[in-house]
């Protein structure tokens, strides 16, 4: 960065305020046994912008409907501000 850049009050941090989706442990086993992910950590903020990318095959989908519990988790847990998400939600 340029001595300006580190100057300039737009590229500072905004400090998020609070967890809003949190996984723990999060893991999906297809029902022929092949694993689609596991031991995903992951907390993001109110006001934070995510982006799920990766090749094709590699889970992404998956994933975001074991978020949503479309289709619920092998292992872990999922939580939405604070609270257990234990069946399909539309706040996600």
């Known amino acids: 960065m340029s001595k300006q ?24 086993v297809f029902p022929n046994g092949k694993v689609a992910y596991q031991n ?5 903020f109110q006001d934070e912008l995510v982006a799920v990318v990766g090749p ?8 975001l409907r074991n978020l949503s519990y479309l289709i619920p988790p092998t292992t872990g847990k999922i939580f939405l501000e604070g609270k257990e998400v234990r069946h399909p939600s539309s706040s996600i």
């Open 5 to 28: 850049e580190t100057n300039d009050s737009s590229f500072k941090t905004k400090p998020f305020s609070r967890v809003v989706l949190e996984c723990r442990n999060l893991g999906y």
């Open 40 to 44: 995903i950590n992951l907390k993001t």
């Open 56 to 63: 094709t095959g590699t889970g992404k989908s998956t994933l």
